[in-house]
């Protein structure tokens, strides 16, 4: 008789947020797909007209909760709340324009929205 193996699937869900002065641009991307256990990668480029650089987040929102804060690029390990630490990190890539979020070990409760906020710096 054949073993019935129950997989669950984590959908993340990434939007880019840009917050600049009150105003907001909002991208949504495709979910990705991933399977508990494995590692993946939520992707976040963003598209900033003036040539500052900005500061990055991460944020993480649960189904009918606030946003909470994940991490930001100077997170150390401890500022990082213990759902996340040690799974969760990621790296601004100024030249990229990039700061994908590294999500290692999936767990079902990772299944979330997930956005990238910026904040310009002046
Ligand atoms: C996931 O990432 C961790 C830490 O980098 C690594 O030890 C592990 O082998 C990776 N697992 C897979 C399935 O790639
Ligand atoms: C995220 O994962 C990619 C691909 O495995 C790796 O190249 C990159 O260094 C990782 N970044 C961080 C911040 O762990």
Known sequence: ME????VFTLILLCL??????????????????VKETENTSIHCK??????STPVL???IQD????????????SKEEDI???FRNRFSASHTN???????????????D???????????L
Request: glycine share 2%.
């Open 46 to 51: 963003y598209d900033l007209t003036s040539g």
């Open 111 to 121: 299944s979330a929205t997930y956005f990238c906020a910026l904040r310009p710096t």
């Open 57 to 59: 987040f991460w944020y």
């Open 63 to 74: 189904p009918n909760q606030a946003p909470q804060l994940i991490l930001n690029e100077y």
């Open 3 to 6: 073993q019935e193996c129950a």
């Open 16 to 33: 880019i947020i840009e917050m600049i002065q009150g105003d907001t641009v909002t991208q949504p991307s495709n979910p990705t797909l």
């Open 95 to 109: 030249a990229e324009k990039t700061f994908h979020l590294n999500i290692t070990a999936a767990v079902l409760s």
């Open 81 to 83: 709340p213990p759902r």
